[in-house]
């Protein structure tokens, strides 16, 4: 054994010498210089080769037994762990490759390569803590619903069984689960006012992922892309990173204005059930036109129907794809931001042949969307919790939509608030010189969220007194203290 060989150079005085036998040490066992059949010399042995007192030998030794390099054989002596050593040399760097990481580099000029900066795009942004805020008037987050967390659990609980997991253990590839498709097909779309094929859904990692997969598809550098002004921040920016062209189309109480510039768009964007921000509904005649429209100018019309379960006065509204009769309306649905915003659950109902593209084209991306959550999503439709969460849901914000147009009315009486029919926000416009983030700041400071409105503007004259006021994720009782606290700022900054 040439393990002596390891300690041909001297000892340094500027280290301990027990680490430095220790070193050596590990460096030959991990370098193969002491074979895993034969013991290490004996403590007097290795003490006279490498010249230094038997004691100091012994604790090193039985340091290395204590770190799982060597293990004690009584009458033997001490041997090389073999299982130890493999795994800590799957984990070794060489030399050279130390050497390479610690050498002098040029820095690579990130900046040059990126064709596309999505974080230098406007988007909307929520204080990563905000349950610590009194008064969270945010939208998007909600309270919990211990009820339906229940539900949840255990629908994820049988996904699990023997009977289902087959249907999510194994790679999809490009396919969705049946189960779940069915259970779209007969429970979310006869509420929108349509039907549809299994040919005709795909399954996505919720609304906004099903509108990144269409304008991956649709657009390019160049599509002329009609949006509603004020519009959805999120959909402006995936369709401004795919080089579009965007058409600002004004909205007002019955939704965006059908006008001839709409003529010359590949595409336009639509949010008709609760506009986005204001929540206002898009009336029939407007819909008609729209659709006319595209007929004529052939044109396709992507309809992003989030919360539209969430209609709090009047008749459920029918889709927009309910009245497509040359199917140029692509349906967005969304499964999970009615129950839990984070499962990231949502659906494309379309016609066949772009659905084969878009299956193809999401394989490219992400190849499918969680068997095991679609799984649990299906038998939790099937189960019709569902369906009794939406209405529980709807009981309670309704409560607070009445709470907050009564409390806005009462407290805030300088300020208009664009009345709706449902949804989980309301859009609030200030006095005229009162400015928006002026008063966001100021609000937070004092634990009252709110989120300023002229982000949701692509033209340059955006108005800077509008806020949008969500209040799924504050509780009912506390509404009329938190708008209080809302309007001592609104007073402080007019004045």
């Avoid at 610690?102 to 230098?120: L, Q």
């Avoid at 549809?196 to 892309?225: D, F, M, R």
Wanted: with cysteine.
């Amino acid at each position: 054994m040439m393990i002596e060989h390891y300690f041909d150079a001297p000892f340094s005085p500027d280290k301990r010498l027990q680490q430095q036998i220790h070193e050596q040490l590990v460096e030959a066992i991990l370098a193969g210089g002491v074979p895993s059949h034969e013991p290490l010399p004996s403590t007097r042995s290795m003490a006279e080769r490498i010249k230094v007192s038997r004691n100091t030998v012994s604790l090193v030794y039985e340091r290395l037994a204590e770190d799982g390099y060597l293990r004690p054989v009584n009458r033997s002596g001490y041997f090389v762990d073999e299982r130890y050593v493999r795994e800590q040399l799957s984990l070794r760097v060489d030399d050279h490759a130390r050497n390479a990481l610690h050498g002098e580099h040029r820095a690579v000029d990130f900046e040059r390569r990126m064709k596309v900066r999505p974080s230098a795009q406007e988007n909307i942004t929520n204080p990563a803590n905000w349950r610590d805020y009194d008064y969270p008037f945010i939208y998007g987050q909600i309270t919990p619903d211990r009820i339906s967390m229940s539900c949840w659990r255990d629908a994820v609980r049988v996904a699990g069984t023997a009977e289902h997991a087959s249907s999510w253990m194994g790679d999809l590839v490009d396919t969705d689960d049946p189960m779940l498709i069915d259970q779209i097909i007969r429970r979310a779309l006869p509420q929108r006012g349509f039907r549809a094929g299994p040919e005709n859904i795909l399954v996505t990692n919720g609304a906004q992922n099903a509108v990144y997969l269409l304008a991956s598809l649709l657009c390019g550098p160049g599509t002329q892309v009609g949006v509603e002004e004020s519009g959805y921040v999120d959909a402006r920016n995936i369709f401004l990173a795919h080089g579009c062209t965007l058409l600002a189309q004004p909205v007002d109480s019955n939704g965006i204005r059908v006008t001839e510039a709409l003529n010359e768009t590949d595409l336009v964007y639509v949010t008709p059930g609760h506009h986005s921000p204001t929540n206002v509904t898009m009336g029939l005649q407007r819909r008609l036109s729209l659709l006319a429209a595209a007929d004529e100018h052939d044109f396709l019309v992507i309809e992003d129907d989030y919360e539209h379960e969430l209609n709090f006065f009047g008749a459920q509204r029918p889709a927009l794809k309910s009245f497509d009769r040359s199917g140029r309306v692509v349906h967005v649905g969304s499964l999970s931001k009615p129950v839990f915003p984070g499962l990231r659950l949502g659906f494309i109902a379309t016609a066949e042949p772009l659905v084969r593209e878009l299956r193809a084209l999401r394989r490219l991306m992400c190849r499918h969307v969680s068997g095991l959550d679609q799984r649990a999503m299906a038998i939790f439709l099937a189960d019709g919790h569902y369906d009794v969460h939406i209405r529980r849901q709807r009981e309670s914000l309704a409560a607070k939509w009445k709470c907050m147009l009564w409390e806005i009315g009462q407290r805030l009486p300088e300020c208009d608030v664009t009345m709706t029919t449902g949804g989980s926000a309301l859009w609030l416009t200030l006095p005229r010189n009162v400015e928006a983030r002026r008063v966001a700041a100021r609000a937070a400071a004092r634990g009252v969220l709110i989120e300023p409105g002229d982000m949701h503007y692509w033209g340059e004259n955006a108005p800077r007194n509008r806020v949008r006021l969500g209040f799924t994720a504050i509780a009912e009782e506390k509404i009329a203290p938190g708008l209080e606290v809302l309007a001592g700022v609104i007073r402080e900054c007019r004045g």
